[in-house]
């Protein structure tokens, strides 16, 4: 992004929700990796994130997977700052919504794929996705 190689390491919970209807998986640590300007502004911000995964079924009885996603950002604007609240907020959703539209449908995929696997009897919990790091996410 903007010429500069980011690295964001999630640490996440995975929590069965009390009706059985699905997972919710929540952000416990976020940590951005990089060169030491990058890591230097990844301490000054926090990530809470909550991912609650269901099923539904249409009326012709077609079983889809639902993702409703939150997350939220916060990072302080020191007084001194160039930029307007507004301007960084604008730019701070525009890369979440970019990463959060790029990410979730992957994971939802490979939450699928790895579905279809324990489904079919394999307990290894070995990845099934060779398509790169999920986190690769295209901002142009």
């Known amino acids: 992004f903007l010429g500069v190689e980011v690295q964001p390491v999630l640490t996440a919970k ?5 009706d059985g209807r699905g997972p919710c ?7 951005i990796l ?4 990058v890591e230097a502004a990844g301490k000054n911000f926090d990530v809470t994130s909550d991912n609650i995964v269901s ?8 079983t ?11 990072i302080p604007i020191p007084a001194w700052s160039p930029f307007s609240v507004s301007s960084v907020e604008r730019t701070g959703n525009f890369v979440v919504g970019q990463v959060v539209s790029q ?3 992957r994971f939802l995929k ?3 794929d790895d579905y279809v696997v324990w489904a079919d009897g394999d307990d290894s919990r070995n ?14």
Request: proline residues 5%.
């Open 14 to 18: 995975v929590d069965v929700r009390p």
């Open 55 to 62: 099923w539904n079924v249409t009326p012709e009885g077609e």
């Open 34 to 37: 990089g060169s030491s300007m």
């Open 110 to 112: 490979q939450l699928k």
């Open 103 to 105: 990410v979730v449908p």
């Open 64 to 74: 889809f997977i639902r993702s409703d996603t939150t997350v939220t950002v916060f």
């Open 25 to 31: 998986i929540s952000v416990v640590q976020a940590e």
């Open 127 to 140: 990845a099934t996705s060779n398509d790169g790091d999920m986190f690769d996410v295209d901002m142009n």
